[in-house]
């Protein structure tokens, strides 16, 4: 069974300068920051990740983007909260 142990910091969601979508390459920066910085994992769509103004397809491709930058490298725990 998986124990999550260590820093797993709640994600912003970047977007666009015009806020119209979600900022894919600010997003993967923002990941490999993190890990970079020798976190244990990433949650995004957590509490901090705009998760309520977002659709349901910003939503998927926020964690397919996370999942496929971080590539194994650590656990990624995605937010399911909903308004």
Same mark, same amino acid.
């Given at each position: @069974?998986? &124990?999550?142990?260590?820093? =797993?910091?709640?994600?912003?969601?970047?977007?666009?300068?015009?806020? &119209?979508?979600?900022? $894919?390459?600010?997003?993967? =920066?923002?990941?490999?920051?993190?890990?970079?910085?020798?976190?244990?994992?990433?949650?995004?769509?957590?509490?901090?990740? $705009? =998760?309520?103004? @977002?659709?349901? $397809?910003?939503? &998927?491709?926020?964690? &397919?983007?996370?999942?496929?930058?971080?590539?194994?490298?650590?656990?990624?725990?995605?937010?399911?909260?909903?308004?």
């Amino acid at each position: @069974m998986f &124990k999550p142990e260590g820093i =797993f910091p709640a994600l912003v969601t970047p977007f666009t300068d015009d806020g &119209k979508a979600v900022d $894919e390459n600010r997003l993967r =920066f923002l990941v490999n920051r993190c890990i970079e910085l020798g976190v244990h994992g990433v949650v995004p769509c957590g509490t901090t990740g $705009e =998760f309520v103004n @977002m659709t349901i $397809e910003e939503r &998927k491709q926020v964690i &397919k983007v996370v999942v496929d930058e971080v590539n194994g490298r650590l656990p990624v725990i995605v937010g399911t909260g909903a308004s």
